[in-house]
Each structure stands twice: as structure tokens, then as C-alpha cells.
Nanobody, 125 residues
């Protein structure tokens, strides 16, 4: 897996929506499970969502279930995070990550091998 580059972060009001993108370089994107994590100031990096190869399975952190949706487009080498009904506690730097495995049932930072640089998301009240 090559470089991961996140985009789409910004400032949004509580209750609003935002879509993050993470584009990977290289030709083997479809062989990687992908994930989103986030890290708020003073807190540890937290699992947000993951998606297996071929988008067979998706997994979500408890705090985002029902509001955030992870998806992928293998032709574009991109994974997305659609964020709806956003809350101030969603404010964080969001990172995408990749793992050379079909399954995505991994919630720990150490289980993911490639990381992007992150994109800032700020939700105002």
C-alpha cells in the first residue's frame, strides 16, 4: 500500500454533515481493509469505523453508530467517511489507515499498518 492522503475536513455546525475522503496511491487498494480513527486533543487515538475488502463487512465505534457511514470505491482507490448529525464531541483529527487483510475486525491502533497524515474536523455548537 502506498501513501494515504485524507481530505474533506473542515468546520461544520452541530447537526450538520461532512464527508471525508482518503485516497491511496498504488495499485493494490482492493486488497486492503481500511479504517478511520480519530484523535481529540489530550485523548488517545480512537477507532471510528472500518471496512473489509470488497466492502463485505463494516464496523463502527459505539459513539458513531447510526451517524457515520464508511464506504469504499476500489476503482478510485478511495475510502470515505460520511458524517451526519454531527456533534461537538466529533471534533478531532481524523486519520485513515490500511491493513493488508480481507477482514476489518480490528479496533486497535497497532493492528493497522499504514496511516495518513490526518485531517482536522471541528464541530461548533
Amino acid at each position: 500500500q502506498g501513501q494515504l492522503v485524507e481530505s474533506g475536513g473542515g468546520l461544520v455546525q452541530a447537526g450538520g454533515s461532512l464527508r471525508l475522503s482518503c485516497t491511496a496511491s498504488g495499485s493494490s487498494f482492493m486488497m486492503y481493509s481500511m479504517a478511520w480513527f480519530r484523535q481529540a486533543p489530550g485523548k488517545e487515538r480512537e477507532f471510528v469505523a472500518s471496512i473489509s475488502t470488497s466492502a463485505i463487512n463494516t464496523y463502527y465505534g459505539d459513539s458513531v453508530k447510526g451517524r457515520l457511514i464508511i464506504s469504499r470505491d476500489d476503482d478510485k482507490g478511495t475510502v470515505y467517511l460520511q458524517m451526519n448529525k454531527m456533534k461537538t464531541e466529533d471534533t478531532a483529527v481524523y486519520y485513515c489507515a490500511a491493513r493488508a487483510a480481507r477482514t476489518a475486525f480490528y479496533y486497535n491502533v497497532d493492528d493497522w499498518h499504514n496511516w495518513g497524515q490526518g485531517t482536522q474536523v471541528t464541530v461548533s455548537s
